[in-house]
């Protein structure tokens, strides 16, 4: 018996149940008021409402990217003790895929997550307080970095998490230049305002397998060939420094990496302090802590500032 049928509740997004199924958004994706104080333009704020992301270019200074590249490498480097569990290394070998808790981690990462340049941006989107449900160092090394296949994010932290809505947004901070060439973040455009309930039962400790090759919880090539077809894929390219802006139901992947070329980004995962984790409601029990925060002590101090 699953936590979400032992705890009897309103569920507005269903899912790995025996069928796929669709339905339309029951939340709203931006959750204020723009005045002419807030942290976007008008413009952005309409972009981001409408196609369910945000590309900012140059966030971040020349000086400040340089800063995050060094301790992405030293982190990387095998110098640095980590917990064991925030490591994932690529199908097939044992390069870094992914290194979870970077405000654990790493310090200046912590700084970087409570940057008012990006956190203040989403708490404005949001229209609450924020904590991190998740973060994450990605790094796609050149001609052997692995695709990240399609996916909602929402739907797993939904079914495995226990997230109840979709009031959370993901920031992807580029450490490396991203362009068509080296498996960059792919989005469709409107995607985030169908929910694609996936079919299938959830296997326990699904999690282990998935972060490596995720195989459950992911629309059918049917339903993703419908998807691009009614919504088109665009990719989110952009120098170091430039952070993207997703909505956790934004249907997303990312191809290979065969070039030459290294891809690395920071990773961060803001959900609204109202929307906090519940029981999941489609898996016999949540996933680590390390994946979803099911304790936060409190809201995010935000900052503002270079980060130094």
């Known amino acids: 018996m699953t936590l979400s049928a032992a705890h009897p509740r309103s569920d507005a997004y269903p899912t790995r149940q025996t069928q796929e199924a669709w339905q339309e958004r029951k939340d709203p994706v931006f959750w204020g008021k723009w005045t002419p104080e807030a942290p976007l333009t008008r413009a952005q704020t309409e972009e981001f409402e409408k196609k369910g992301f945000l590309i900012l270019k140059s966030v971040f200074s020349p000086g400040e990217v340089a800063r995050l590249q060094e301790e992405s490498r030293r982190l990387r480097s095998g110098s640095v003790q980590l917990s064991a569990d925030n490591v994932v290394t690529e ?181 609204a302090w109202s929307n906090r984790l519940e029981a999941p409601y489609a898996a016999n029990k949540p996933r680590p802590a390390f994946l979803s925060s099911r304790d936060p002590q409190g809201p995010i101090e935000i900052v503002s500032g270079p980060i130094q």
């Open 91 to 271: 199908p097939g070998s044992e390069a870094v895929r992914t290194i979870f808790r970077l405000e654990d981690e790493s310090a200046l990462f912590n700084r970087m997550a409570r940057d008012e340049r990006i956190a203040g941006k989403v708490r404005f989107l949001l229209d609450d307080d924020l904590y991190l449900h998740q973060s994450r160092l990605n790094y796609k090394p050149g001609f052997t970095g692995k695709e990240f296949y399609w996916h909602s994010d929402f739907e797993t932290w939904h079914a495995e998490d226990g997230m109840p809505h979709m009031r959370a947004i993901s920031a992807s901070v580029l450490l490396t230049d991203n362009d068509a060439l080296n498996g960059p973040l792919m989005l469709m455009p409107g995607s985030h305002m169908h929910y694609v309930s996936c079919a299938g039962e959830t296997p326990d400790n699904n999690h282990e397998s998935s972060l490596r090759k995720q195989e459950v919880g992911v629309p059918s090539p049917d339903a993703l060939t419908h998807m691009a077809q009614k919504f088109g894929i665009e990719y989110a390219s952009g120098k170091a420094g430039t952070v993207i802006l997703f909505d956790s139901n934004t249907m997303h992947g990312s191809n290979g990496n065969i070039t030459p070329f290294p891809r690395s980004n920071a990773f961060f995962v803001y959900n």
